[in-house]
């Protein structure tokens, strides 16, 4: 070091005397790392000394590149890594001049992305060769691509902006109509309330016939109930022996002996066939209790009564509806049973007492005690009727049937209700439908005034209200959306609206935030806020940036930060206008969708 400020006050020493007056003359044509421009600055002044650029100090001109930082600004060092805060000028010829920072100088790092020509490793063992025209003419190419991009996304800017003018006047007429239509709908929902107000009195006017229904209640419900008991009791003993008679017959087709071909078995087994074939439940019902004993027998028949109770002994017409359905069954039961003893009897005294038929035999001994047990069981319920009262209670039960037939001839009751079944001002026509009919298209104008409502509301949101950009360029696509398959998710973008985020394992959906606003003045970033809230975090958010290009196209979607998201689309909101269009957007520096591969990998120099 001392031996070069030796050298350099040398230097000086000459310079002064005019020994080397031309070189120092000639010194600023050759000064490594010196922007062109500034060459003017690094000749000799008449003391032979060089001033920093920023006027801090003078030194002498030997002391320039002599990898020693002389000045604050680092001016003096301009070739050198010496000054951390210099600049090396890259000349670059076949492309781009560029200035690199000074402490990259020397480093044995080619930085091509500054100096294409190689020329900032002047002094290392690092071979950097120039590489200038092939990366001029990489970046004329891109320079090409990216003006076709600008120029094709232009005019389309330029079309939409072309177009807004009268979408907006649709968009504006459109509202005018709903608006119209709305006050329509408000006026027919109006009239549907009152219809539906007006049946709904009626109908509830004529619950006063209730009175009537209840006053027989009153009067008849216990005997109605005490009379349906003793027949449900009867129903019991006839199911019982039909199920009996049923599987008696069951044996005789099942266990008899077909080489016999007896005539009268024959016949008795096509009888009963053709009953169990129209009725094969029957027969199933037999099989299901064939093997139940006295006392499960008694617990189901309990069951049965207490639940019979508990749905028809509550209101008259119930019960009155439980005795019509016994009497009706017990009619059946009866034929039923009829019929299989004419079977059987028509087998005992008609089969071949010859054949030793074991099915047939124990058939005929099944009627003889079948018939026994049919006597003893009808004295015992005529003695239980006996002890009840039943024909008083017949008698109560026929008297009160035709004035209830009488109430619901004109009324029809659901769920302890009466309902007219007719409507004074409409002839024959169910009022109970008519309150739903009411309802149902009250409802329906109801639906259809909220939807006119929150079409009108929607339309005037958007064009009185919603920030659409300059020349309304986003009212065309407002609302539209987007969608990005990054792999775990897929990223859904509706312009202006909201984002969301869509696992691809189980289709779960996150909001990342609704529209907020643009950012800055060029409206090319939009603020989406108030997303789903991430555990023990912030409410999502997602920033999306837009770059030029002809056509909309979701690039990217990354987390910046925990819950914070930022997406890149493409799309011509961003391209700077061409075409017919008089109108001027000033946008800035664009950016474009050729940047995209810069946005998501930014450069980072590595020191070797």
């Not at 008259?316 to 034929?335: G, S």
């Not at 099915?359 to 005929?364: E, F, L, P, T």
Request: charged share 30%.
């Amino acid at each position: 070091m001392h031996i070069a400020r030796l050298s350099q006050v040398s230097l000086v020493l000459a310079v002064k005397l005019g020994l080397v007056l031309s070189d120092s003359q000639n010194l600023n044509s050759a000064v490594r790392g010196v922007d062109p421009q500034l060459l003017s600055k690094y000749k000799a002044n008449d003391a032979g000394n060089f001033t920093c650029l920023d006027g801090s100090k003078q030194i002498p001109i030997a002391q320039v590149n002599d990898d020693y930082c002389d000045c604050a600004d680092g001016s003096d060092e301009p070739g050198t890594s010496a000054c951390a805060n210099g600049t090396f000028y890259c000349v670059n010829k076949g492309h781009i001049p560029s200035t690199l920072a000074a402490w990259r100088v020397n480093d044995g790092v080619c930085d091509y992305d500054v100096c294409c020509d190689g020329s900032d490793e002047w002094d290392t063992d690092t071979k950097c060769p120039d590489k200038c025209e092939e990366i001029g003419k990489q970046h004329r190419q891109k320079e090409a691509e990216q003006k076709q991009i600008e120029e094709a996304g232009g005019k389309r800017l330029a079309e939409i902006i072309e177009n807004s003018d009268s979408l907006r006047r649709i968009k504006q007429k459109e509202l005018d109509e709903k608006r119209v239509k709305l006050v329509e709908v408000e006026a027919e929902f109006a009239a549907a309330e009152q219809r539906k107000e007006d049946l709904e009195k009626q109908q509830r006017d004529i619950t006063e016939s209730t009175t009537k229904l209840q006053t027989l209640t009153d009067q008849y419900l216990s005997s109605v109930v005490a009379y349906r008991k003793q027949l449900a009791a009867e129903l019991h003993v006839l199911r019982a022996q039909r199920d009996r008679l049923i599987l008696i017959l069951r044996s005789v087709r099942v266990d008899h002996n077909p080489e016999f071909n007896d005539p009268a078995v024959s016949n008795a087994i096509k009888q009963y066939s053709e009953f169990v074939d129209a009725y094969p439940y029957m027969e199933q019902a037999a099989l299901a209790f064939a093997d139940e004993d006295d006392a499960a027998r008694s617990e189901r028949l309990l069951q049965m009564d207490q639940d019979n109770m508990a749905e028809d002994d509550g209101a008259l017409d119930k019960c009155k509806q439980a005795v019509e359905i016994a009497e009706a069954e017990m009619t059946t039961a009866h034929d039923d049973i009829d019929l299989f003893v004419r079977v059987l009897e028509n087998l005992r005294d008609g089969y071949n007492k010859n054949y030793h038929d074991l099915a047939i035999k124990a058939a005929v001994t099944g009627l003889t005690a079948f018939e026994n047990d049919r006597s003893l069981s009808a004295e015992k319920i005529e003695k239980d009727k006996a002890e009840i009262g039943f024909q008083t209670l017949k008698q109560q039960y026929d008297e009160v049937k035709p004035q209830l037939e009488e109430i619901f001839s004109e009324s029809s009751v659901e769920e302890g209700e009466l309902v007219s079944a007719k409507d004074n001002n409409e002839n024959e026509v169910d009022l109970d439908q008519q309150v739903t009919e009411a309802r149902t298209i009250y409802w329906d104008i109801q639906s259809k005034l909220n939807r006119e409502r929150n079409e009108v509301d929607d339309l005037k949101t958007l064009l009185e209200e919603s920030d659409l950009g300059p020349n309304d360029m986003y009212l065309s696509v407002k609302g539209e959306c987007y969608k990005l398959d990054t792999g775990e998710y897929t990223y859904e973008i509706c312009i202006l609206d909201r984002v969301t985020q869509i696992s691809n394992k189980d289709n779960s959906r996150q909001s990342l935030g609704s529209f907020t606003a643009f950012e800055g003045t060029n409206y090319t970033t939009q603020q989406y806020l108030h997303g789903t809230k991430c555990w023990n975090g912030p409410e999502r958010s997602i920033t999306v940036q837009v770059i030029c290009n002809e056509n909309i196209q979701l690039l990217s979607v990354s987390e910046l930060e925990k819950c914070e998201y930022q997406a890149t689309i493409a799309a011509p909101f961003a391209c700077p206008i061409i075409g017919k269009s008089s109108k001027k957007l000033e946008n800035g520096n664009i950016p474009n969708v050729s940047d995209a591969d810069s946005i998501k990998n930014k450069h980072v120099h590595d020191e070797l």
